[in-house]
């Protein structure tokens, strides 16, 4: 039994097919589901005897990993698995898979809009107009502007090619610096400190872990120029909201493009809620129709390769093949 708990995705759709041709049972248990029948995740996976989850972004605690004996694969649509507690999967010999790069042309051109909107202010003016205002206030071209890449991954790799085809100077950092990309592009390769008081637009591609929570914090925040802007499509513990709300009401930034945040939804009382120049979209960056087909076909592929014996791509964490026990 393949249990689906990733939102977008239905019955009958390309994943359902997939599975299904590949000869197992499927059970959909999407946040939707779950509501109508008032069902826990931990519930969902213990009723179903789920052998593999094509998952979402719910959190995979312990207790829904325990919930089904014979749970082998836990497979996120997605680069993220923050969301999944994946020691505790691996005691159980249950894999863990992501799907990264799935979704990086999508969450590049999502930064992309974010830092034309940020540099032209046209959800402000688009607000305006829609007030019945007329306004007309200068902004700036990306062309001659420095961007920031902070983690040069997938993502953050396909965001400087993009900033350079715009004629954007780019500068980044990265604790395993790809030297041939830097070679091949010009990328100026910098510690944090001299990205962050250099670029006129900051961009964070990093996973969250216990080194990079709050990483940029109120230091980091005020290394930055009173002129850019931050960016964060990563994950939303990666930057201190406090700090970046003392940050914006002093006028210390011109202002922050954020698709992720500490909570999700972003809570009603955020004092980022108050600032005109904050954008807080609502983790939307990978979600366009290409990027979740491709990512959500190929977590079930890993799920498939896992029930069917073979060693799945992306494993996060590679102790699995030590831990595995055979499949029932």
Same mark, same amino acid.
């Given at each position: 039994?393949?249990?689906? $708990? $990733? ?12 599975? %299904?041709?590949?000869?197992?049972? $499927? ?33 995979? #605690? ?23 507690? !994946?020691?505790?999967? $691996? ?21 992309? =809009? ?14 305006? !107009? ?5 306004? @007309?206030? &200068? ?23 993009? =900033?350079?085809?715009? =004629?954007?100077? !780019? ?7 790809? #030297?041939?990309?830097?070679?091949? #592009?010009?990328?100026?390769? +910098? ?61 210390? +930034? ?15 009382? &955020?004092?980022? %809620? ?18 979740? &087909? ?7 592929? @890993?799920?498939?390769?896992?029930? &069917?014996?073979?060693?799945? =791509? ?15």
């Amino acid at each position: 039994m393949v249990l689906v $708990t $990733t939102a977008y995705l239905d019955p009958g759709g390309e994943v359902d097919r997939l599975l %299904r041709e590949a000869g197992f049972r $499927t059970v959909f248990a999407r946040p939707s589901d779950r509501r109508a029948t008032e069902r826990s995740l931990a519930a969902a996976v213990g009723d179903a005897g789920a052998a593999g989850i094509v998952a979402g972004t719910d959190p995979f #605690t312990a207790e829904v990993i325990e919930a089904s004996p014979a749970l082998r694969v836990i497979a996120r649509c997605g680069a993220g698995y923050d969301n999944v507690d !994946v020691a505790a999967a $691996t005691r159980r010999g249950v894999a863990v898979t992501h799907t990264p790069g799935a979704n990086r042309q999508s969450v590049a051109e999502h930064v992309l =809009g974010l830092m034309v909107s940020c540099a032209r202010g046209i959800p402000q003016s688009v607000a305006d !107009v829609r007030a019945g205002g007329w306004s @007309q206030p &200068s902004g700036r071209e990306l062309a001659g502007a420095t961007l920031g890449v902070v983690g040069l991954g997938s993502i953050g790799r396909t965001v400087a090619r993009l =900033g350079l085809a715009l =004629g954007m100077r !780019v500068v980044g950092h990265d604790p395993h610096l790809d #030297t041939e990309f830097l070679d091949e #592009t010009g990328v100026t390769a +910098l510690p944090l400190e001299g990205v962050l008081g250099e670029a006129d637009f900051v961009t964070l591609h990093l996973a969250l872990d216990a080194s990079t929570r709050h990483l940029i914090d109120a230091a980091a925040l005020r290394r930055m120029r009173p002129g850019a802007y931050l960016i964060n499509t990563a994950r939303g513990g990666i930057v201190d909201e406090e700090a970046l709300a003392d940050v914006i009401a002093a006028g210390e +930034l011109a202002g922050a493009a954020l698709d992720v945040t500490e909570r999700e939804p972003l809570p009603a009382d &955020s004092r980022l %809620r108050a600032f005109a120049n904050v954008l807080v979209t609502g983790h939307i960056a990978g979600a366009t129709a290409e990027a979740r &087909s491709r990512s959500s076909l190929a977590a079930a592929r @890993q799920v498939v390769d896992v029930l &069917s014996g073979r060693a799945p =791509g992306h494993l996060v964490d590679p102790g699995w093949a030590a831990a595995r026990v055979e499949v029932r």
